[in-house]
Nanobody, 129 residues
Framework: VQLQASGGGLVQAGGSLRLSCVVS?????????IGWFRQAPGKEREGVSC????????DYAESVKGRFTISRDNAKNTVYLLMNNLRHEDTAVYFC??????????????????????WGQGTQVTVSS
């Protein structure tokens, strides 16, 4: 299983970016949940958002609620993170991660990073103030 995150870049405060996470290696019969995490310099990695396999269940960190939206297109094996009204404190490397949930259910929502088995390489988001 591989995850490829992209879409990061340099943006001014108040701007928007859309991150993409393309997942490969699962069979068409597998279910998997996706989480987005971020790590700023000198800080621990933190959860940003997660989405169930069906897309029907989502969750967000308090710091991004109302500004970020997670979605997925299972036909394209891609999960998106739309980030609006970006702030300087959103500057970090953003990672996507996958958790197989075939035996758990399409609505299962793993929220702890230790629940995830596969990780992408990360994409840098820099917000200038």
């Amino acid at each position: 299983v591989q995850l490829q995150a992209s879409g990061g870049g340099l943006v001014q405060a108040g701007g928007s970016l859309r991150l993409s996470c393309v997942v490969s290696g699962f069979s068409s019969r597998d279910y998997y949940a996706i989480g987005w995490f971020r790590q700023a310099p000198g800080k621990e990695r933190e959860g940003v958002s997660c989405v169930s396999h069906s897309g029907g269940s989502t969750d967000y960190a308090e710091s991004v609620k109302g500004r970020f939206t997670i979605s997925r297109d299972n036909a394209k094996n891609t999960v998106y993170l739309l980030m609006n009204n970006l702030r300087h404190e959103d500057t970090a490397v953003y990672f996507c991660a996958a958790r197989p949930v075939t035996n758990v259910g399409t609505e299962y929502l793993p929220e702890d990073e230790n629940d995830y088995d596969y990780w992408g390489q990360g994409t840098q988001v820099t917000v200038s103030s």
